[in-house]
């Protein structure tokens, strides 16, 4: 388990339970019991939307104190000097190649790369991302990735319910005021869950586009040349294992946990 000490990343995290936890909210006092209270559909949507939340605050956990793919530090201190003045004359270092990490003085394997924020290298290092106040990297995209899914589910369906809402006679309201209260809330929660939505769809764009080209942000924005020659299938089941695809759409444990590694310590 790991937590980093990154206010930005802190503040976030408040954020983002803060606002789940209002929406949620939002919908139960609302939204369901005004207008869904005298049938089981009240039930029925309390349930589903409690449901996703859940895979939503799970995923987001898993994402945030999962080991990205920290590359072990050596048990030595190393003397690479000497490597880091001849690396400027040599050529770009193939893809398989390993390099040297200046910062954390050890050798990283291919496609890692150092967070200033945390302080160390990543394997396959996609971003460091605020909102899980960790780094997306080998070990924790797919949780990134069904944090992304199931918030965009979740802000959808709310917004479907709260719009259903407002069109539906409010069975509790009984004077001016309570159907006011009831309205502004309503209104917060479309916003909020609009905002949310288009949030994630932009990214959860990006994390698609960057497994299907097998090239993570971080090389996009170094302008790193990378030769995919893999299948799109493929390339997902690395980040979501080779299981039953229904299994993809669970916080269960990582893939690439369970397979052999290697230590890079000397």
Not at 212 to 223: A, H, R
């Amino acid at each position: 388990m790991v937590f980093r000490k990154d206010p930005c990343g802190i503040t976030c995290l408040v954020i983002t339970y803060g606002c789940v936890l209002y929406c949620d909210y939002c919908i139960i006092d609302h939204v369901i019991l005004p207008t869904f209270s005298s049938s089981l559909w009240g039930a029925f949507h309390a349930t589903m939307f409690n449901s996703f939340l859940f895979l939503l605050a799970y995923s987001h956990l898993k994402a945030s104190f999962c080991d990205p793919g920290v590359v072990p530090l050596p048990y030595a201190r190393l003397d690479f000097s000497d490597i880091q003045k001849a690396k400027k004359k040599k050529p770009r270092k193939a893809e398989s190649e390993w390099g040297v990490c200046s910062k954390c003085e050890a050798y990283k394997p291919p496609r890692a790369h150092h967070c200033r924020i945390c302080n160390r290298c990543i394997k396959k290092m996609d971003h460091h991302c605020p909102w899980i106040n960790n780094c997306v990297g080998e070990q924790n995209q797919k949780f990134f990735i069904l944090f992304l899914f199931y918030t965009g589910i979740s802000s959808i369906y709310g917004l479907s319910l709260g719009v259903f809402s407002l069109f539906k006679r409010c069975h509790d309201c009984t004077d001016k005021y309570e159907i006011g209260t009831r309205i502004f809330h309503v209104v917060i929660l479309l916003v909020v869950c609009s905002l949310f939505s288009l949030f994630v769809l932009c990214i959860m764009y990006d994390q698609i586009y960057s497994i299907y080209n097998d090239i993570t942000l971080i090389e996009q924005v170094q302008k790193e040349e990378r030769q995919n020659s893999k299948p799109k299938m493929a390339l997902l089941m690395e980040i979501f294992g080779r299981g039953p695809k229904i299994l993809w759409l669970l916080p269960c444990s990582n893939p690439r946990q369970t397979t052999h590694t290697t230590d890079y310590s000397v």
